[in-house]
């Protein structure tokens, strides 16, 4: 009975979908987060009469054969980098990334993570960090006597200082784009390790060709759509219940076997 077997692969993956559909839904709050979608591939094909094969000595062919598939397996759990909601917060630290690019942030082993998260903060010597205290690359510090700081589209950080007129130049922010944005490893924490399927990191200034813009005082909201997701729920949770009703109608089936005289 095959169908016991293929059927408890559907199960499984269906197991799968729902996990990865309850992550998107359980971070449908969280800022930059990237809905994720599980993607399935059908199994090995048993030949119990091979396509193709010839039928007779008159070199006729058998037209399509017979082949039994054996499941269902999982291909890839992909994220999907679309654009996220802005909202507008009035924070000074707070930039959403209006197009492509991710903030470099360097971790405390000193690897370079990357993120979409703006929810910045100051560290206690003014340098520009993430919520858990990873510095910002490349490194910008904030004067003590600063009244204000400005961070226009292109990512130039400007301070106005007590008593001068002009604001002061204190750094230049820089985005990371990457060929295959899905191929970034995700470590939680809203960050992202470059890994050799999504390429390296090329930087450059916000606002340049293929590069985003910064908006200050500013989030990106997750892209998860939750009527979708529920929807996705629902699907996944109907594809499991008739792969179970398989595995139950083959034990019938092997009971009906077993009673026969």
Do not use: C, H, W
């Amino acid at each position: 009975m095959r169908s016991l077997s293929i059927a408890s692969t559907g199960m499984l993956a269906q197991q799968l979908n729902v996990e990865v559909i309850s992550n998107n839904i359980a971070n449908m709050n969280t800022t930059g987060f990237k809905r994720q979608r599980a993607e399935f591939q059908d199994l090995l094909y048993q030949n119990m009469n091979r396509t193709g094969a010839q039928s007779s000595d008159a070199g006729t062919v058998v037209p399509t054969g017979v082949q039994v598939g054996v499941g269902v397996r999982t291909a890839a759990v992909y994220r999907i980098n679309d654009q996220g909601n802005v909202i507008s917060t009035e924070n000074t630290f707070d930039l959403a990334i209006q197009g492509p690019g991710f903030l470099k942030v360097q971790l405390p082993s000193g690897e370079d993570s990357y993120t979409r998260a703006g929810s910045l903060q100051l560290s206690p010597d003014g340098t520009i960090v993430t919520s858990q205290g990873y510095t910002v690359q490349p490194a910008i510090t904030i004067p003590q006597d600063a009244v204000d700081v400005t961070i226009n589209a292109n990512g130039e950080v400007f301070a106005k200082i007590d008593g001068q007129v002009n604001p002061q130049n204190v750094g230049q922010l820089e985005l990371s784009i990457f060929f295959n944005d899905a191929g970034l490893e995700g470590i939680g924490d809203n960050l992202f390790l470059e890994t050799p399927a999504s390429g390296p990191a090329s930087d450059g200034a916000p606002g340049a060709d293929g590069y985003g813009k910064i908006l200050q005082g500013f989030l990106e909201t997750s892209n998860v759509n939750p009527v979708q997701e529920v929807t996705s729920l629902i699907q996944a949770q109907r594809a499991y219940e008739m792969n179970s009703k398989v595995i139950s109608t083959s034990d019938e089936m092997m009971r009906t076997m077993s009673t026969l005289r």
